[in-house]
């Protein structure tokens, strides 16, 4: 169990550029969360995969968002068209859902997008 | 819905003195609550969570919560602070069943003073 993983840890771009995020969960972890994390706030939720299934989506992930997750195992988190209200720490977390697990979240240590 | 409210931004300690950090909740089902920390650049670390067992959930580093369901509270509290207690301390809830999204409060950062 080498936790979760996400690349790059930081990320500098120029306004109007299409970034791309990376998510290693647990390997056997079925579920896949992204959140999102500005300065003084905790972090919102954005979008949950249970194994390659978008399940769900928030509000807050608008159309320039996009997020996958093939085969069920690493996941993607797109930002097109950056715009600087998108700098912040994106989080991506893992559990193991069902019957053979507690659900507890696991947390990478974020990718911090700066937008300029 | 589900919210969770952390009162005090900041709370200042000195290195050995009693910790209280406070976190309510409003939830329309029965809840699940959790206390992560957070050091500077880094993800969330669990601490503790309550699922419904124990009212008094024991975690790591010696933090300890309870669940009072009649004042909708779940305050962490650690009877003596380690300097390297500072950090962020965030609240989160979520529902007992089904989908699982964290609502996360906004946090309350822990300064320890020699």
Redesign the interface.
């Given at each position: 169990d080498t936790g979760?993983s996400?690349n790059p840890r930081h990320k500098i771009t120029k306004r109007g550029q299409n970034v791309t995020f990376r998510c290693d969960p647990i390997s056997e972890h079925n579920?896949l969360?992204w959140?999102r994390q500005t300065l003084?706030?905790?972090?919102?939720?954005l979008t949950?995969f249970q194994n390659e299934a978008q399940?769900?989506k928030s509000r807050l992930l608008s159309d320039r968002f996009s997020a996958e997750r093939p085969k069920g195992s690493f996941s993607t988190l797109e930002i097109q068209r950056t715009e600087q209200g998108d700098s912040a720490m994106y989080?991506c977390?893992s559990?193991l859902?069902g019957a053979g697990g507690?659900?507890?979240?696991?947390?990478?240590?974020?990718t911090?997008l700066t937008v300029t | 819905a589900q919210s969770v409210t952390q009162l005090g931004s900041h709370v200042s300690v000195s290195e050995g003195a009693l910790v209280l950090l406070r976190c309510n909740y409003s939830s329309s089902v029965p809840p699940y609550l959790f206390w992560y920390v957070q050091y500077p650049n880094q993800g969330l670390q669990l601490l503790l969570k309550y699922t419904s067992a124990a009212t008094l959930v024991k975690g790591i580093n010696g933090f300890e919560a309870e669940f009072k369901k009649s004042e909708t509270s779940f305050h962490l509290t650690k009877p003596s602070a380690h300097m390297s207690d500072a950090a962020e301390y965030f609240c989160a809830v979520t529902k007992n069943t089904g989908f699982q999204k964290l609502v996360f409060g906004t946090g309350t950062r822990l300064l320890v003073s020699p």
């Open positions: 979760v996400q579920r969360y959140y003084g706030q905790g972090p919102e939720f949950y399940l769900e989080l977390a559990s859902g507690q659900g507890e979240q696991y947390f990478g240590p974020g911090r | -």
